[in-house]
């Protein structure tokens, strides 16, 4: 491995040219989305009126291990990617730990997160449909921008609905998505059916992704040409975000690097799972035996304390069922900083690997990923999102552990945001204001009490 | 020059390993300061008061053509760079244009602009010489957010004088130069008897480069083990910043680019100068025909509608006398929003070239360099700092004229930061609450009237 560079950038020619679909080398599938009304499986002719046909066909494609990118959105991808993946030498010094620090580093674009990996394909598709409006809700704002930028390239209406604590902890999140065009609704609002149903039941709520979702899709259901995009859990967005897995698997190899570890933050799934697609792959068939880990918040922990159920991706229970870890559609998590991993549900695809044991899972304290997060900041230069500080947080942790044992083990983790834009957040911090929030038994037993109560 | 890639990075073994000294290549030089209290140029005895020893050296080292950047801050420097070139294609297909339009692009580094590479050679410098503590004044807020990255990674003690009307438009730049461990004093403040003297003459003033300078300075001259850093104008700044410059002339040489024009903005001019470097070292001598264009904000013209005099780099006419194009130090430039281009006067080397008919500068309107920004934004991406965008906004306006006349210019311009930080300025021009503001030639004269009455 020896002298890796400070930042591996792929040249255009190296850059993947195919998307990793992780559902054609999984050896026990995820349970498809089950229709609520028939409790049948969803066809594609139901999930059509709420998705893009392309994108549909992607959510239930099982059979292909490789999904070619359209020649479009690889330029779109030329834009803005290849990102790079990083030797962090100083953090490494920092730490005086024998093990090697690699970080892939999705924060160089504007939306400042990898979220745009999934934005570019999902409103190309939407273009190519015909359609002229999308809907999204978005949480810490990584998204919304994302979308919003890729409207603006499509030339493509969107309506936003924003998490109001998000909204209100991130007030230029909001002009920023607004420069590009797209228009922002504060979530629970009063412009939908579902969200004045909310507001009437908790009027002081700070809102949730599953509420934000539940208004966005209501409107694209109403609306002429209009559908609805979703940022994160679906198995389509997370073979998008295979992308992130694709070149950091060509980096490794170009330079020898051979992970351990592989850590990503999750929320709702995209992110890691896209981190880790072809890894797993190779994994899943005897390959490798890299040790995965996925990283929640302790305020919001769908992995580590939820429960593998039928579930609502959304509050207002308007979605299809979804196998997954779940902490129940109604859970209302704390309003802790890191608005990015504040959703009740877990991806599928990552729900299914992590009950078959082929990955981990753990959750992380507030004031420790931001105590982490500032270190990275201090030596490393780039201050993360506070999403990114909790995979960032464990990587420390298993370099730490590296430093007692002597093991030189090779880290790599998912650094997919800037914190540009939760000043407010690092704000708290600094002045020692911020305080962490762990749920109760009491707390997780209300959300699990809004699971749907259904026998297949 | 065909298909170059959308972004071209140097490998670690092409980046540069020099700085690129203009002086040792200019036909004539500059005029060197002069001590306002002897008429004399100042030694470097006197400049060692103020500044770190190794940078009076750089500052004053007019022979040697290339100055070698220590290893250290070469591996700094590969922490956040390269920087990439960028070619816009999108921008190029917008406009409809047959020019080929790149731009060199400083924003991917969390200070979000060029300014972090003099800050990581400064603060290098200030802490071989065993100094504990440094000062500066910042205005758009980039300076000080590079040099807070830079003193955290050394751990020196930082004090960042910021221009009361940038702190005010832009919170959130405190709390991060504050992550990063600096501290940030609204400047004019009663922290200095400068600040003092100016608060109690103009009590409502928002302040400007030239009184912060002024503050900083006499801190550092009261404190021990302390000196003031300076983020432009200073020709060891432009030294540094030509690393810029460098990275440019290699990509360029490794895809076969050659530029017709090369346009930056202007502030204290050491963007500009960076960037141009080695390019205008080849024209001097007759080795290219590039146009070189610099510019600046109409509301403070320095270039444009400025004397070429000796005048003061402070408000508080506390520094020596340079030579340059200026509206006099006690010109008050109106609350633009590109606060990093709000400074009386300019870089005496980019004065003394642009005397000499090297190159042009003009002047752009707030109003349209958003339209530019926010067009740029929409398809290439990336949303520009409100300073960067006037380099932008011309080089848009090159490219059409191309268009008019077919031409098949090859147009290089400096995008030296993003608006992460400046979204309050985009708020304002999205709900058109934004104005332009022209001095009229009694706001000059007043200026003018400043000017020290010095004959040599």
Redesign the interface.
């Given at each position: 491995m020896a002298n890796t560079?400070?930042?591996i950038?792929l040249?255009?020619d190296e850059m993947p040219k195919n998307w990793y679909n992780l559902k054609a080398v999984m050896k026990e599938l995820p349970t498809p989305f089950i229709n609520p009304a028939t409790l049948k499986p969803c066809t594609a002719e139901e999930l059509d009126q709420v998705f893009c046909n392309d994108l549909v066909e992607q959510e239930l494609n099982t059979t292909d291990k490789y999904i070619k990118i359209p020649e479009e959105i690889r330029?779109f991808y030329?834009?803005?990617r290849p990102s790079p993946l990083v030797r962090a030498?100083?953090l490494e010094k920092q730490l005086d730990t024998p093990a090697e620090i690699y970080y892939k580093f999705e924060g160089?674009?504007?939306s400042?997160s990898h979220k745009l990996n999934s934005a570019a394909a999902q409103v190309y598709y939407a273009k190519k449909q015909g359609l002229t409006s999308l809907t999204t809700e978005t949480g810490a704002g990584q998204w919304g921008t994302a979308l919003a930028?890729a409207c603006?390239?499509y030339n493509i209406n969107l309506s936003v609905y924003m998490v109001k604590v998000s909204a209100e902890q991130k007030?230029?999140r909001k002009?920023?998505i607004?420069?590009?065009?797209g228009k922002v609704i504060p979530s629970p609002s009063n412009t939908t059916e579902v969200g004045r149903k909310i507001l009437a039941e908790n009027p002081g709520t700070g809102g949730s992704l599953g509420c934000a979702i539940s208004e966005a899709m209501e409107v694209a259901m109403k609306t002429d040409n209009c559908r609805y995009v979703l940022g994160s859990v679906l198995d389509h967005v997370l073979l998008h975000q295979s992308i992130i897995g694709e070149e950091t698997r060509i980096a490794c190899e170009k330079y020898d690097i051979k992970p351990d570890i592989i850590i990503g933050c999750a929320g709702g799934g995209s992110n890691f799972g896209g981190l880790i697609a072809p890894f797993m792959g190779d994994k899943i068939h005897g390959q490798n035996n890299i040790q995965f880990i996925a990283v929640e918040p302790v305020s919001c922990p769908s992995l580590t304390r939820g429960k593998y159920a039928f579930d609502f991706g959304d509050t207002g229970q308007t979605t299809p069922l979804m196998k997954m870890y779940t902490l129940g559609a109604g859970f209302m998590p704390s309003p802790n900083h890191a608005g990015g991993l504040r959703y009740h549900g877990m991806s599928p695809i990552v729900s299914k690997l992590y009950d078959d044991g082929y990955l981990e899972a753990c959750s992380v304290e507030q004031l420790k990923v931001f105590e982490a997060a500032?270190m990275f900041?201090?030596?490393?230069?780039?201050?993360p999102a506070p999403e990114s500080a909790h995979a960032l947080k464990t990587a420390i942790d298993e370099a730490l552990k590296c430093k007692e044992t002597g093991e030189k083990k090779t880290i790599v983790f998912g650094l997919t945001g800037?914190g540009?834009?939760d000043?407010?957040a690092?704000?708290s911090y600094?002045d020692a204001t911020m305080t962490d929030y762990i749920p109760t038994n009491e707390d997780l037993e209300k959300g699990f009490a809004t699971l749907p109560n259904i026998k297949l």
């Open positions: 560079p400070y930042k950038y040249t255009e330029a030329k834009m803005y030498y100083c160089s674009n504007t400042g930028m603006a390239y007030p230029y002009a920023v607004e420069t590009y065009g500032t900041a201090r030596c490393e230069g780039t201050l800037t540009y834009f000043l407010t690092y704000m600094n």
